[in-house]
């Protein structure tokens, strides 16, 4: 088996109706749900933050969702509050068929350090131990699908391909947020990176 379906982020804070709702996230459940029925390996990853995540625009006094902050590993958007452990926002979408995962990997759990990425926390060194996993089952090529394709997808995929991983994402697959440009440019770093983008 060298093949795994990498579903990012598909939970409902991040669909219409959620705290950081992407537009038309919701719409990519059915599709997805048909790759992972035929995928190899499939595995979840779930954005999952403690209550006063340094992530949260409301853990920054004088600060607004969606401003950027300066933080020890870097700059960092900050957001509303989101996908916090074990809330119903942090619950995968009701329609994605989650039965069919391998591993599920949550990431974002360390106070002081967001992930967008599923290999690594944002100060780009953290592993979250993913990588490990797809080695020892010898994965050695991904398609990444879910949200958001500018932010956790992009991450995502940017850490795969420099980890020697073959890349493919399903921007058909994918939604984005799209603030200040962002898509734009995930899309042309990826593309840069040789990422195939389907
Ligand atoms: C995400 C912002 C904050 C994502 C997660 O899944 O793309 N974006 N946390
Ligand atoms: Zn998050």
């Known amino acids: 088996m ?28 059915p599709g997805i749900n048909s790759l992972m029925a035929d995928a190899p390996a499939v595995i979840l990853t779930q954005d999952w933050h403690p209550a006063g995540h340094s992530s949260f625009a409301s853990a920054h006094p004088g600060k607004s969702p969606m401003e950027l902050t300066e ?13 916090i452990q074990g809330s119903p926002g942090a619950a995968f979408h009701s329609d994605l068929h989650i039965d069919r995962a391998d591993l599920i990997i949550r990431k974002g759990f360390n106070p002081a ?26 994965i050695e090529t991904l398609t990444l699908v ?4 500018d932010f956790c997808v992009n991450y ?23 603030f200040d440009g962002s898509l734009d440019a995930a899309l042309d770093g990826m593309r840069n990176s040789g990422i195939t983008l389907a």
């Open 156 to 178: 995502s995929a940017l850490d795969a391909a420099r980890l020697g991983f073959q890349v493919t994402v399903r921007t058909d697959l994918c939604r984005a947020i799209d």
């Open 71 to 83: 933080m020890p590993y870097g700059p960092q958007v900050l957001w509303p509050d989101h996908c």
């Open 146 to 149: 879910g949200l958001a394709t």
């Open 2 to 29: 060298t093949h795994a379906l990498l579903v990012i982020d598909v939970q409902n804070d991040f669909c219409p109706g959620g705290a950081l709702a992407v537009p038309d996230g919701d719409s990519i459940v």
């Open 113 to 138: 350090i967001d992930s967008y990425s599923a290999f690594f926390e944002n100060d780009r060194t953290t592993p979250t131990g993913l990588e490990g996993y797809l080695r020892t089952r010898g």
